[in-house]
């Protein structure tokens, strides 16, 4: 008798029809075929456990890490002698290994080469703070930090940042171990992905995003902020992947404040996507085509 598993995008884990009560079935659909649907199209991953084999299908255009850390997890706990690894790229393929380290090889390598995959999807043009428009409230964002310094206080941008730029903010906090960069909060028009990432994301790593390739690319202006102790002004050309919502291309320059907060260090970004008004018609050509 088999026992089938489906993980989210958070790492849950839910029974078939668990999961089928949770989402909803459309007219005519069965269980088995929105499972099939999660996984293929949503970044689910879901696992069968039948006598000492162990089935993992994920679909690695769209698979969670997070979901696959946690597949991967509960396979490592039953201890299957074979492990059958069933990948979507159009249609299903499978492939046989008899250790969990060659299954797990094989994951990441498939992930790897869906990375490649993905590398012109995400552009970046590094600008300057002197790039910015004079009129627009970016530039007076930086004014403030020029005169306070690092010690400039959230709450004094936070009423500017929600009239001016539609709430498209975010603060993360810098935790010592490995400079690790935590979501802390949100404007009200940080929405990346949908409206209940907001209230989930609160206390995770921000490479902890449902789409991670996306993360650990938008990951590298943070960092070089931090590094470097001063702002930082860029333009980002992406596709990101949302598991409940598909793709989506995106264009917007993001300005990135290092701060000093009351718990410690802090990253402040504040984007838009409004670029003719936001950078200075001489930088445009900095862009290329946009």
Known sequence: MSRIAVID????????????????LASGETPKQLVGHLVAHLGYAQLDF????????????????????????????????????????????DQIFGSLQAAVLFIY????????ARAGQFRRHMLSI?????????????GLWKRHGPHLKVDALRPLMEAHLQGRFLILDVRAERDNLIFS??????????????????????????????????????????????????HLDVVVSRPQLGKFPSRYARLILPLNGKGGRQLLSASTTNLPSAIDRKAFGKLGQI
Request: glycine share 8%.
């Open 50 to 93: 039948r006598g000492d084999t162990c089935r993992l299908r994920f679909a690695p255009s769209v698979a969670s890490r997070v979901a696959l850390t946690k597949a991967i997890t509960e396979v490592e706990k039953y201890r299957c002698s074979r492990i059958v690894i069933s990948i979507f790229n159009q249609d299903w393929t």
């Open 9 to 24: 995008d958070r790492g849950r884990v839910w029974g078939a029809n668990t999961v089928a009560q949770h989402h909803g």
């Open 185 to 234: 909060s949100f404007g009200h028009g940080y929405e990346t992905f949908d409206a209940r990432w907001g209230d989930v994301a609160r206390g995770l790593r921000f490479e902890d995003q449902p789409d991670i390739r996306y993360a650990r690319f938008a990951a590298i202006g943070y960092r070089e902020a931090l590094s470097s102790g001063q702002p930082l002004f860029d």
């Open 109 to 116: 390598t498939a992930l790897e080469a869906q990375d490649n």
């Open 130 to 142: 002197d790039d910015i428009a004079r009129n627009h409230v970016l530039r007076e964002v930086v």
